[in-house]
């Protein structure tokens, strides 16, 4: 082989190495990063670089969005679980699951990318608008956007119990919406932690699959499937038997009593009124059945249930609606009367 071209074949390899030793270098420095975003302590407030976090009733802001996805990642964990690192590793799959699945295809990346988003600015108090979503996702799948978006809604959508809804379409400007008129946007208590809806709906749903009146050795037998323990602090819900046994019955969407002649004493859980209010039968079950991805009529009984239930409430609407129609006429006739 000429000198020369034997030159050129060794350059060009050497070339070919150092660009594959680059690429390996870079592929691992992501992998820390990515560990090291995902073993970092919550942080109690945004980084320094990141917008301010007005509230939400204070107006928009035009500021552009600085946020990182390391910041997203850090910001979306609740501040509750500092001491509990090792349980917010097992049960972070639930909010942002990064399986090898989705660490390997883009698509899926940009999915949970977008979701962290999300929440960081719902849990930051953030506006929401189109244009700094777009920022985030990748310009490669800029076209899939739509797609992207929807995935991340309903992943959402079934953890949290809220639904990412437009509420200026001018200015394309969203913002996450609780299932249930959950105080502080579903939060509970004051501050910048995330929606404790899904916990509400998972455990409404379950009272009413076992004959709307469940033991509380059956709920925690239950969350312990999604990694829910009692006395144990949760990344999203913090230390849930107080939020189930307290919050919830306190604000009336649970019922909690002791189950008659127990002894020792049991306690068991029931629908409280406000959950029959702001939510129904037929709206849990849907909520279930998107959990399950199946239909509402794969639970039969349940199924039945919540028809009638949906019906009793459409008479009583109608009655509802009769009666005032009655009683203003009886007013507009007095009032004529007088006069």
Excluded at 45 to 56: D, V
Excluded at 74 to 89: A, H
Excluded at 133 to 157: G, N, Q, T
Excluded at 229 to 241: I, M, N
Aim: hydrophobic share 30%; net charge positive.
């Amino acid at each position: 082989m000429p000198r020369g071209q034997k030159s050129k074949l060794q350059a060009r390899e050497k070339r070919h190495q150092a660009r594959c030793k680059s690429h390996d270098t870079g592929g691992a420095q992501a992998t820390a990063a990515a560990a090291a975003a995902k073993e970092s302590p919550p942080e109690e407030s945004p980084p320094e670089e990141s917008p301010p976090s007005p509230s939400l009733s204070e107006g928009p802001q035009e500021t552009p969005s600085t946020t990182t996805t390391s910041e997203v990642i850090s910001c979306t964990r609740s501040d509750e679980d500092s001491n509990v690192q090792d349980e917010t590793k097992e049960s972070n799959a639930e909010a942002s699951p990064c399986s090898e699945k989705s660490c390997n295809d883009p698509l899926a990346s940009n999915i949970k990318v977008l979701e962290q988003f999300l929440l960081f600015k719902y849990k930051t108090k953030q506006p929401i608008l189109k244009a700094d979503m777009l920022k985030v996702v990748s310009w490669r799948y800029k076209d899939h956007f739509p797609e992207i978006f929807k995935k991340a809604c309903e992943h959402i959508e079934l953890v949290f119990a809220v639904d990412v809804q437009e509420i200026d379409s001018t200015r394309q400007l969203y913002d996450l919406v609780s299932k249930l008129k959950l105080p502080n946007k579903g939060r509970v208590r004051a501050g910048r932690g995330l929606p404790k809806g899904g916990l509400l709906m998972n455990i409404l749903g379950m009272i009413f699959m076992k004959d709307n009146c469940a033991t509380e050795e059956d709920v925690w037998r239950y969350l312990s499937m999604m990694r829910i323990y009692a006395g144990r602090k949760h990344f999203v819900y913090g230390e849930p038997k107080k939020l189930i046994t307290k919050d919830f019955v306190r604000l009336k969407y649970l019922e909690y009593r002791q189950v008659p002649d127990s002894d020792p004493a049991c306690y068991e859980f029931l629908w409280g009124p406000r959950a029959h209010a702001e939510t129904s039968k037929m709206e849990v079950l849907k909520f279930l059945a998107k959990i399950n991805e199946t239909e509402p009529s794969a639970f039969p009984s349940q199924y039945e249930e919540a028809l009638r239930d949906e019906e009793t409430r459409a008479q009583a609407q109608t009655v509802g609606v009769a009666k005032r129609g009655a009683t203003a006429k009886a007013c507009a006739l007095c009032k004529a009367m007088r006069s």
